[in-house]
């Protein structure tokens, strides 16, 4: 039986963590200079050391690390003067070295936080650590349904994504978030790609894996004096997700409870489409991987003047961006994180800037825009349509050249197209009919092939007029005002209201 979430809220304490993966946009890979490019040849990208070859020695790369510490200062953590890399040992076939070099107990950033609103209320999310590694290759798994490697008849690896600079991003648990917990989850995932994007170290790109997720749940029994054992949803790969993926092991977790039995700690992968999580395997202890300090590296010592220059070279980060944006658009707290929720806050402002008035901008983007992004499954700012695009449009409402209907089938043009919105209105000849003659010609021809109609109307049935004027706004395929329609009909029948 599946319990319902209030329900479970109302019972039990949710603590959550978030472990973020981040991939790296330098040119070339964390210890040697093959390119980091997406999407090549597989096995193209590759050297001696990123495949593991005897006597193939790595450099750290020094961007990587450029880029490392400016997160964590962004992320208010204290910068280590110190750092070391390690070898994590395991094997996994597209892991060629047997071991990944990452850091362990010497992390170069630690002790930080990010601060995230949710319906209000402001949560401090703890940073533990920041930390530097190398990511894997990729196994395709090749001849089963389901494209993991139960049922595969053979697996193909490609290490072109070996050795790229991935930093792992560790919070602390973050207890107190109540039944908003998934909605915190998300909210600090938003916020963290915000800020990677501000920072321009990553192009954060969720659905092609260089930001991936994973996301500890816990729940805490009544009155229990220890938290509850956690699990870790692996690779949840979109902001949605994250929030769902909470949401499911809440409830699926406080079912376990209820029947008196224990939550396993344990990995659990999370399914896209049915919304749950299923198990993977048991979790490992950092004992089992036998760390030990990389010998074939020099330790990162920064020293304090570069870390001053990296903190001071910082951009305007986003929770600052978005009090300025607030004032000086005279918008309210509310609409700014709705805004900020939707993604659109940047896009808002530059149509704003591209002269269009902030209210009719920022319902462009949270309406119609957004609910074409959601129903293309992308984000608004990846819509083809640029902020001079929506302020145009803006102004060509205001001075009454199209009626909001008819900006919206431009709108859908220019998404269809990547025509810009003139060429569209010229192309599809959506202007505005406002020839009054022209109007009155087709009231007339409404009228004449509607006689029933007009009978009702002359009556004293006003309200009948409605499918006359529908028959015009057909007639002009919609280009009329409807208004002005209705008003010249009433004339033409001898009716005033
Ligand atoms: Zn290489």
Redesign the pocket.
Known sequence: MTLAYDDVVTRYEPVIGLETHVELGTVS?MF???STEFGAEPNT???P???GLPGALPVVNEVAIESTIRIGLALNCSIAPWSRFARKNYFYPDMPKNYQISQYDEPICVDGYLDVDVEGTTYRVGIERVHMEEDTGKNTHVGGATGRIHGAEYSLVDFNRA?IPLIEIVTKPVPGTGALAPDVAKAYVTELRNILRTLGVSDVRMEQGSLRCDVNTSLNAPGATEWGTRTETKNVNSLRSVERAVRSEMIRQAAVLDAGERVFQETRHFNESTGDTRPGRSKEEATDYRYFPEPDLVPVAPDAAWIERLRTGLPELPAARRVRLRDSLGVSAEDMQQMTNAGVVDLVAATVEAGAAVGEARNWWLGYLVQEANSREIEAAELPIAPEQVARLVVLVADGTLSVALARQVVDGVLQTGADVDAVIAERGLQRVSDTAALEKAADEAIAANPDVADKVRGGKVPAVGALVGAVMKATRGQADAAAVRAILLDRLGVSE
């Open positions: 890979k040697c200079g093959c990208h590759t050297c050391v990123c495949l050795g």
